[in-house]
């Protein structure tokens, strides 16, 4: 479980530094860390939304949503409240980017490619799984 957790704070240090590298050169360096906690956000709603298309594709049911749903407005209170105590409350996730910067540089690069990737996944995931469900003739399963 502590591998987990360690895995969770780095990619959250990665984007965190991809932010602020990116910040300082267009020269909006602030609320670095709320920008970090979005895109992590983000990137876990997206990855649930594929998940819910694949479900949908297999099942062949076709679902409309909205986010008055609890199946909405649940998970996405979790994904927040989650983030939220993770890394904003008593802001642990300093200490782990204190413990990050210490890394080797090879092993940092390393996991920012990584951490690239499983981005990459995440969003071609989400673009893979919304071609899927155009290609299938939902007027059959209404």
Same mark, same amino acid.
């Given at each position: ?22 910040? %300082? ?18 990137? %876990? ?98």
């Amino acid at each position: 479980m502590k591998k987990i957790k360690q895995a969770y704070y780095y990619f959250f240090y990665k984007i965190y530094r991809s932010i602020e590298y990116t910040s %300082e050169l267009s020269g909006g360096n602030f609320l670095t860390s709320f920008k970090a906690g979005f895109v992590m956000i983000v990137l %876990e709603i997206w990855t649930l939304m594929s998940l819910g298309a694949y479900y949908a594709i297999y099942t062949k049911m076709a679902v409309e949503l909205s986010i008055s749903m609890p199946i909405i407005y649940i998970p996405l209170l979790i994904i927040i409240g989650f983030n939220y105590f993770t890394l904003d409350y008593k802001d642990t996730w300093k200490e782990y980017n204190a413990e990050f910067d210490k890394l080797p540089k090879n092993k940092n690069r390393l996991g920012g490619w990584i951490v690239f990737g499983i981005v990459l996944l995440i969003v071609s995931n989400l673009v893979y799984s919304f071609y899927l469900m155009s290609q299938i003739d939902w007027s059959q399963y209404r």
